[in-house]
């Protein structure tokens, strides 16, 4: 989840690991029936979420049940990603790719992924979280199937709250702030809340969810960009207010996700805005000092909206050159069925709603998944256009200007809007 290109391609990972299928649908192309085994090749990412640990049983488990399909794994780095991707996409070197939910509009546009809409309409997406579905949609068509769920949350010291006198975690953005200036107040940290602020994708996606909760869009229902509203203007101002007061870490304007975890887990901060993981780090008494105290909620909100996240979530796509489209479709599908996501819900919460009850999956992750359940109903996508990439750095640029006392919001974001313009002309 960091830099740049590096960083919209490790979200592109981060949980977008392939998906596999339990389901006789085929793409187009090969027939599910032929008698000669077919391999299908498969890419996945080092990191977050599904790890060899999981897909490899799962991989085993598929092949025993189809023992005319072999799949073969390739895991590298998210750096490797994109170029591997760029390769293999149209050749038919690579079957089933990670999607990340920033990148299908791009992939979508270039031509390097299949078409699966057929497919995809003939599920039950009423039990999927909708942020998850619209994030493997581009004009109307689908490109890939939702695999690996993830969003930021709310993450509180229970102690400090505690010892504040404060009996539950803020609800809206105002209750946020003013919970933070009776914990600095009263001397129980020096800084309340540490963000990821740094001039990264990191810093988007805060954004996302703090614009998002003060009723903010990037781009309107027919992907245009409207990135100069009131609505986004209020969070860019909130967000500068925060370190202008002495609530934020300063030094937050240099964190990114594991810098946030760190500092919340040595006890030097109250509140911290992160990804599903920050909750078992802090958990974990060789990481941490604060085992025991760690909360989570759903993020805050205001009058215009209840809460907002961001989706930090994978799918699993099918390339353009795929030569065995109806196998590779049955692999997706069996890695995002039911079953697989409910047995290895450890480490990556399922895409399908109704899991979210489930004993398997509710024993797994008690104290989080009760609250995800309420947060990935306020799931909001970034900016789902193909120049996604330039717009981020134009935006992470602008914001920080911003965040330091070198520009105005109003300015920013014009100037945002100006660039978003002329990239979507191109």
């Not at 390097?112 to 004009?139: C, E, F, H, P, R």
Request: proline share 5%; glycine share 8%.
């Amino acid at each position: 989840m960091k830099k740049i290109s590096f960083i919209i391609l490790c979200f592109l990972v981060c949980g977008t690991m392939v998906f596999a299928g339990g389901s006789n649908q085929g793409a187009t192309g090969s027939s599910g029936g032929s008698s000669s085994p077919v391999t299908i090749n498969a890419l996945f990412m080092k990191q977050a979420g599904y790890s060899e640990d999981d897909i490899n049983p799962i991989t085993a488990q598929f092949e025993k049940d189809n023992p005319g399909i072999k799949v073969n794994q390739t895991w590298v780095a998210y750096e490797e990603l994109q170029p591997k991707i760029l390769a293999a996409a149209a050749s038919g070197g690579l079957d089933v790719i990670p999607g990340d939910c920033i990148w299908t509009a791009q992939f979508a546009q270039a031509g390097l992924v299949k078409d699966l809409t057929t497919q995809i309409k003939a599920l039950n997406l009423d039990d999927i979280w909708q942020g998850a579905i619209d994030s493997i949609m581009y004009k109307g068509k689908y490109y890939g199937i939702p695999f690996l769920n993830d969003v930021k949350y709310l993450f509180y010291n229970k102690k400090m709250l505690q010892d504040a006198g404060i009996s539950a975690p803020p609800k809206t953005w105002d209750e946020f702030i003013q919970q933070c200036q009776i914990i600095k107040q009263k001397g129980i940290v020096q800084y309340p809340v540490a963000w990821c602020w740094s001039q990264a994708e990191a810093l988007i996606c805060d954004y996302t969810a703090i614009s998002g909760g003060f009723g903010g869009q990037f781009t309107d229902a027919n992907g245009n960009p409207t990135l100069n509203t009131p609505q986004n203007k209020a969070a860019l101002d909130f967000m500068y207010g925060t370190i202008q007061s002495g609530l934020t870490n300063p030094k937050s304007l240099e964190m990114l996700e594991d810098d946030v975890l760190s500092t919340f887990c040595s006890g030097n901060a109250a509140f911290g805005l992160n990804w599903t993981y920050m909750y078992n780090s802090a958990q974990d008494p060789t990481t941490s000092q604060i085992v025991g105290q760690c909360g989570i909620a759903i993020i805050p909100g205001t009058a215009a909206k209840t809460s907002a996240t961001v989706n930090g979530g994978m799918s699993s796509m099918m390339t353009s050159g795929c030569k065995n489209p109806d196998q590779a479709w049955k692999y997706m599908m069996y890695l995002s069925s039911k079953d697989v996501q409910a047995e290895h819900s450890l480490n990556a919460l399922p895409i399908w709603k109704s899991l979210y009850d489930d004993p398997r999956v509710v024993s797994a992750n008690p104290d989080v998944v009760p609250v995800a359940k309420i947060q990935y109903a306020y799931l909001l996508n970034r900016p789902m256009v193909p120049y996604y990439g330039e717009l981020s750095n134009t935006m992470q640029v602008e914001i920080q200007n911003v965040l330091l006392g070198k520009e105005s919001s109003d300015a920013a974001l014009a100037n945002i809007q100006a660039k978003a313009l002329t990239l979507q002309k191109q």
